[in-house]
């Protein structure tokens, strides 16, 4: 911009001039971008409050501050043109020497909503709070011993840091309407010499802070780094943390492609990204999971999680990361550094939630299933298939638009999403448990009315998962230690009715949630799946022999509904307990009534004592309790324990030592009652807490009911014909198969012409009595250019998918044995945006079905051999297809258009020809524009006489003179070719 503004004229600050706060140039390469060196003879300039703001900014440069000033947060400089272009405010212009601060700003309340939408938008927000009152400051003045001009401004701190993977549960309460999981990743990478070439070991944790759920894990990576590719398709991150100057060429390239729009910080190595001994030292330190933070005894383990427990090995003396998870734990600490930075680090421990990442594809002893046949409990779907697939939207483009994720996903709860979204990423493989949750769709498919009521409910029900995290992080005593205990807020009432608001609506919540299950339980006795009579059948109860996993809730339901008065706390932002439900309370109530009967007992006593049934107490505030007697009985006699404190016509009034004994009594129970009462809200919240398992597994119940719902609603609404898929071994045989009978694909209703789609059979592995009594494993797909062939292929992977994910398929029937791996070479990756070659992509994607694809294994490639010359594709082509077919012998379709290919394998037995068909007319060779072909977009058996690109040449425009001539050195070239096969 031009210099208009101050900031923008200071030299120090532009692109090649500027220095992090230890003085290193931007040329450097330790040089930290998250802070900024500033002259002294600047700051000597500046304002008390300009100087306390370039302070806190040189020191979060990376950051846009919110920076209070009594009621309003206010932006300044470069942060202000951010507040103006992002958030639509207005600018205040402040002339200082003809030029002027950029500066706007907005009220405190407006705060949740304007971070979030910058941290939406990518952008870093620092909170600063004013953690002094004016009065509070003026104090600090007096008491200093030379104050200078910049003691005379109020303190702030940083209180809050927000990004698009940190947002939780600040006083302010950020809203968060997404279902969408948001994930924070830390990753380091090892070269080692004992792994292949161009393999190396990979690190990861990662979260979701709104969930507070840690995964973690170590794994070996190849040079295309598949592991960590499928990792972050599945678990799209939107931050990543990672240690400065340690990055490889193969990291740096996923950085810059697969994950371009995640936001990336570079930790300093040891300092900020902890190695494994300094993060497991600082475990031992902090009291992360003790009860509300007491301090435990330093290397006690009994109080760590079982997944925490298993990363490390030692004793008391103590204790180290195994080597299978030393970078685990590294990534880990990485993670709790950043958090605590963003001052969540306490909040998200303390839920104890860790679970171990162990990719989809590695060897897992637990993980034999099916009579050990399959290695797996689910298909392996790696990220090239999820993208090829179009099964999940991808990261660079984050629309569902013709995805599966969004022909299949009915779910109505934010919880149910996110369950379903992985169950599609990990689709069954064993029968037995597919069978079960087909039987759940069949059951709920036969009581719609009952499921759409339920349904109906659970959509007014919010995002419960997140907010019971969001009241264990509220309830805490650790909250105390939080810099936003010293801040001045102004709308505090505000805060407090949105936190009770928010707290009604998760009682009112789980009690919808039980409403709904019960709905469901009067048609108990129709249903025959075992894993919908488990979630919405109570705990302790038994159901013609299946044991219930649905907590029993009604009891806590009942008591935080009874606990304070609902309405009375919404009006007033407080909550004040009913007996029973807060002991301290309670305990202080009871006392204040106790003294007080002491003090009427006591009144007595000086009745009779005086003779005098004519004495009262008298007075309020500090002179409360004082006895008044008239002056006609003390002229009979005055005790000599009574101090007089005042008089009045007629009367004198007086304390004795035991009714001050008593007030001191009483205004200690005061001060209890208050000081329990300003507490109230965080131990109720806290005794919610008590129960986050149960609340937890009700909400885990409700989330499997609605993804099982969500594939009934799909499977109801297929508009043409479906059936239930038969996922099992043939026989005692396991040979591999699929069978499918008028198959259509998903997410597609029209052929390319606009007509509608037609269905097709898809046989492999078994004999197909409609055609020849061939058994092929493999099909070789030839046909015309536009056909439909890679429309086949893709079909007949996302009907495996659905069938295993427990789905009806959009088929007459649909048989097949379970598919372990799903893999596709589809089209010319995006990775040739990324300089590679199309043949190397080819070549490294197909080296990795060839090394990982097992005999039940899908492999759908198409056009293999494109990226290089004809002869070098062809014999590459048939090597590998030798290969699927004769010694890995697994499911396989190969689409091609190289004819002599077709030639090899006509006689083989393993491999079935298959062709798109199409009729020609006015069939002309020597001039291909007057030819007309009609696709007919169905597959039949052998092979395809041409592969009519002259026809696609022409759909796509190119001139008739263009074509002709193409088609004339076609001949040319098949002639020859022809020649030379006489001589072979």
């Not at 009985?633 to 008089?647: A, G, I, K």
């Not at 012998?889 to 298959?914: A, I, M, Q, W």
Request: hydrophobic residues 35%; neutral net charge.
């Amino acid at each position: 911009g031009n210099d208009n503004y101050i900031h923008q004229g200071l030299k120090w600050m532009q692109d090649g001039f500027r220095k992090d706060s230890k003085g290193r140039l931007q040329s450097d390469p330790e040089y930290d971008s998250r802070t900024l060196w500033l002259p002294s003879g600047f700051l000597k300039e500046q304002t008390p409050l300009m100087r306390q703001w370039w302070q806190i900014k040189s020191e979060n440069f990376d950051s846009v501050l919110c920076f209070k000033v009594g009621k309003f947060y206010e932006m300044y400089h470069m942060d202000a043109l951010i507040g103006i272009s992002e958030l639509g405010l207005i600018l205040m212009r402040v002339t200082q020497s003809s030029t002027a601060v950029a500066h706007c700003g907005f009220p405190e309340i407006a705060f949740s909503r304007y971070a979030e939408t910058l941290a939406q938008r990518g952008y870093r927000v620092v909170r600063v709070e004013q953690t002094e009152t004016p009065q509070m400051m003026e104090e600090r003045v007096k008491s200093s011993t030379r104050p200078t001009k910049f003691d005379k401004v109020v303190n702030r701190e940083v209180c809050g840091r927000i990004t698009k993977a940190t947002r939780t549960f600040s006083v302010q309460n950020y809203e968060d309407p997404n279902s969408e999981n948001a994930f924070l990743l830390a990753i380091i990478e090892r070269e080692r010499d004992d792994l292949a070439v161009g393999h190396s070991l990979l690190g990861v944790c990662f979260l979701d802070t709104t969930i507070g759920k840690f995964h973690l894990g170590q794994f070996t990576d190849d040079r295309q780094c598949s592991r960590l590719r499928t990792l972050v398709t599945h678990f799209q991150p939107v931050q990543i943390l990672y240690e400065r100057g340690k990055v490889s060429s193969k990291l740096q390239h996923i950085f810059q492609h697969d994950l371009l729009s995640a936001m990336k910080d570079a930790l300093a190595p040891g300092s900020e990204f902890w190695d494994s001994n300094n993060t497991l030292k600082i475990l031992s330190e902090k009291s992360y999971f003790t009860k509300d933070g007491n301090e435990a005894d330093d290397a006690s383990l009994d109080t760590w999680p079982e997944t925490l427990r298993n990363f490390v090995e030692g004793d008391g003396f103590g204790i180290t990361a195994k080597e299978d998870y030393d970078l685990t734990v590294s990534a880990l600490g990485a993670s709790i550094w950043y958090l605590t930075k963003c001052f969540l680090d306490y909040d998200l421990m303390s839920l104890k939630n860790f679970e171990e990442y162990v990719p989809p594809d590695a060897p897992s002893p637990d993980r034999l299933v099916a009579g050990n046949i399959l290695k797996h409990k689910h298909m392996i779907l790696d990220a090239v298939t999820l993208i090829n697939l179009d099964i999940l939207p991808t990261a660079s483009d984050s629309g569902l638009r013709g995805t599966l994720l969004e022909k299949l996903d009915y779910c109505v709860t934010p919880t149910g999403k996110r369950l379903f979204k992985h169950w599609l990423c990990t689709p069954l493989c064993d029968p037995v448990l597919i069978n079960d949750r087909l039987d759940s769709v069949e059951d709920l498919m036969a009581m719609s009315s009952a499921v759409s009521d339920c349904l109906n409910t659970l959509r007014k029900i919010p995002d419960l998962e997140k907010l019971i995290n969001k009241i264990h992080s509220l309830g805490s005593s650790r909250r105390s230690n939080h810099p936003d205990n010293k801040a001045i807020f102004f709308e505090d009432t505000a805060y407090s009715k949105r936190k009770i608001l928010e707290f009604i609506s998760v009682i009112n919540g789980f009690k919808t949630l039980l409403q709904s299950i019960e709905s469901l339980q009067t048609n108990r006795d129709k249903m025959k799946s075992r894993l919908l009579l488990q979630i919405i059948t109570y705990t302790g109860e038994n159901f013609s022999g299946i044991k219930g996993k649905f907590p029993q809730l009604l009891e806590y339901i009942q008591f935080f509904q009874k606990a304070f008065d609902h309405e009375q706390a919404k009006k007033d932002g407080k909550i004040i307990p009913k007996p029973g439900a807060d002991p301290e309370y309670d305990d202080a109530i009871q006392s204040i009534a106790e003294i007080k009967q002491e003090l009427e007992h006591y009144l007595d006593s000086q009745k009779k004592r005086l003779n005098c049934r004519n004495i009262r107490y008298w007075g309020q505030g500090r002179n409360r309790y004082q006895i008044e007697v008239p002056e006609s009985v003390l002229s009979r006699y005055t005790p000599n324990d009574y101090e007089l404190r005042s008089r009045k016509k007629g009367f004198k009034r007086f304390w004795t030592g035991d009714i001050l004994n008593l007030i001191e009594s009483l205004t200690n129970a005061e001060e209890r009652r208050d000081a329990a009462l300003k507490d109230a809200m965080r131990r109720i919240f806290l005794k919610f807490d008590e129960y986050y398992e149960n609340w937890n597994v009700a909400i885990q119940c409700v989330a499997v009911l609605d993804a099982l719902c969500s594939l009934a609603s799909y499977s109801s609404s297929i508009e043409s014909e479906s059936c239930r898929p038969k996922v099992a071994f043939a026989g005692n045989n396991d040979e591999p198969y699929v069978e499918i009978r008028n198959g259509r694909h998903p997410c597609i209703s029209q052929t390319f012409s606009g007509g509608d789609f037609i269905p097709n059979d898809t046989i492999i592995g078994i004999k197909d009595s409609n055609n020849c009594n061939e058994t092929g494993n493999s099909v070789l797909v030839t046909g015309p250019n536009m056909g439909g062939k890679s429309t086949l292929m893709r079909q007949v992977g996302l009907l495996a998918i659905m069938a295993q994910l427990g789905c009806y398929v959009p088929a007459t029937s649909c048989c097949l044995s379970p598919v372990d791996r799903l893999f596709t070479r589809l089209g010319a990756s995006d990775r040739i945006m990324s300089g590679e070659s199309t043949f190397f992509v080819e070549l490294s994607e197909t080296t990795t079905i060839l090394r990982h694809a097992t005999k039940h294994s899908l492999v759908l490639l198409d056009e293999l051999g494109r990226g290089t010359a004809t002869y070098d594709g062809t014999a590459i082509a048939g090597a590998v297809v030798s290969h699927l077919a004769h010694e890995i012998k697994c499911r396989t379709l190969f689409s091609t258009h190289y004819h002599s290919l077709v030639e090899d394998f006509v006689s083989d037995p393993n491999v079935r020809l298959g062709h798109m068909a199409c009729m020609v007319e006015n069939e002309d060779d020597d001039d291909p524009s007057k030819e007309t072909i009609t696709f007919l977009y169905k597959f039949v058996a052998g092979a395809c006489p041409k592969s009519y690109g002259f026809n696609a040449a022409r759909l796509a425009g190119l001139p008739d003179n263009v074509i002709v001539k193409a088609k004339r050195k076609a001949k040319e070239f098949e002639s020859s070719a022809k020649k030379l096969h006489l001589f072979r």
